[in-house]
């Protein structure tokens, strides 16, 4: 089975732009997670949606957004890109059957962002 | 609110060398725990987890004890390899479901 995919893989941009970020899940994962990891630290969680609708957010600004589309897959969007939003942003999709917990996340490879 | 709190890295040793990773948590109710590896230019992989309290977490020759009156999950292997250089994540998901990682601890094992 594929594993969770993201795109782009690079991505570099001028501070005040606008970004999107992509990720399918794993065939069957009905939910996705986003995480921003900063050079040098731990995940950070952004949000976390499930059969299309927003099931946790985390401590970031409203230029974060995201969505899930009926296929399960998932779009974050950065707007007024910050020189501070320069990470590793990565897509997570898990498994929610009975219920809310989620047991185990498994990770795509990341899209890395650069803020020039 | 929840919080994971790692050993401080890098962490340096020789091939065949006994490793432990410290972790610490504090959370409400039972969280499940993890270790999340992840290699150079990589993504996190899931290397072990632990749901409930006295389970011990294993793969590729690490293991991990979920201990709650500790509140630990430290991470063990008995011999290294340089293969095993990576940054290691300490990570619990709890009664929120919003998951917390630690900072990483960084492996480095010379030959």
């Known amino acids: 089975d594929a594993g969770v995919t993201q795109s782009p893989t690079h991505l570099i941009k001028t501070r005040g732009q606008q970004v999107t970020l992509r990720c399918s899940p794993i065939s069957g994962h009905k939910s996705v997670s986003w995480y921003q990891q900063v050079l040098g630290q731990g995940p950070q969680f952004i949000f976390q949606y499930y059969e299309k609708e927003e099931r946790g957010r985390g401590n970031f600004p409203d230029r974060f957004s995201a969505r899930q589309f009926p296929n399960y897959s998932s779009e974050l969007n950065v707007n007024a890109l910050l020189l501070g939003d320069s990470a590793l942003y990565l897509c997570?999709?898990?498994?929610?059957?009975?219920?809310?917990?989620?047991?185990?996340?498994?990770f795509g490879p990341g899209t890395r962002l650069t803020v020039l | 609110g929840d919080s994971v709190t790692q050993m401080e890295g890098p962490v340096t040793l020789s091939e065949e060398a006994f490793l432990t990773i410290n972790c610490t948590y504090t959370a409400t109710g039972y969280p499940s725990l993890f270790w999340y590896v992840q290699y150079p230019g990589e993504g996190l992989q899931l290397l072990l987890k632990a749901t409930k309290a006295d389970d011990k977490g294993s793969n590729k020759g690490f293991e991990a004890t979920y201990r709650k009156e500790t509140t630990s999950f430290h991470l063990e292997k008995g011999s290294v390899q340089v293969s095993d250089s990576a940054v290691y994540f300490c990570a619990l998901s709890g009664g929120s479901y919003i998951p917390t990682f630690g900072r990483g601890t960084s492996l480095i094992v010379h030959p």
């Open positions: 997570a999709s898990s498994d929610l059957a009975g219920g809310l917990r989620a047991d185990t996340q498994y």
